[in-house]
Nanobody, 123 residues
Framework: QVQLVESGGGLVQTGGSLILGCTAS????????MGWFRQAPGKEREFVAT????????YYIDAVKGRFTLSRDGAKNTMYLQMNNPKPEDTAIYYC????????????????WGQGTQVTVAS
């Protein structure tokens, strides 16, 4: 069983910044990819970004590319999502996830999910 705990959500103004964190614990694999999904009110859940187990590879959807940055601290089993210049359309519940490989996110799902953290962007 893998537990994922998100932190850092809240209210942010457009043009500001926010950092989301996610810490994994429990029966984690020796190497695993991490990523974020989000779900806005009345919309389907969507994949946002993923980072490889060593942090060397990252992938972002076009909507956040250039504004969001993923990083990872392997020693702490923690992933960070730096959200710069957020927009109102980034308002959503953000879910931390893990998969064996980053390519697994192409399937649109994940093996393990956190409970989610609310991000609200005010204009």
């Amino acid at each position: 069983q893998v537990q994922l705990v998100e932190s850092g959500g809240g209210l942010v103004q457009t043009g500001g910044s926010l950092i989301l964190g996610c810490t994994a614990s429990g029966r984690t694999r020796s190497s695993y990819a991490m990523g974020w999904f989000r779900q806005a009110p009345g919309k389907e859940r969507e994949f946002v970004a993923t980072i490889s187990w060593d942090g060397d590879f990252t992938y972002y959807i076009d909507a956040v590319k250039g504004r969001f940055t993923l990083s990872r601290d392997g020693a702490k089993n923690t992933m960070y999502l730096q959200m710069n210049n957020p927009k109102p359309e980034d308002t959503a519940i953000y879910y931390c996830t893990t998969n064996p490989e980053t390519r697994d996110y192409a399937l649109g799902t994940a093996d393990n999910w956190g409970q989610g953290t609310q991000v609200t962007v005010a204009s």
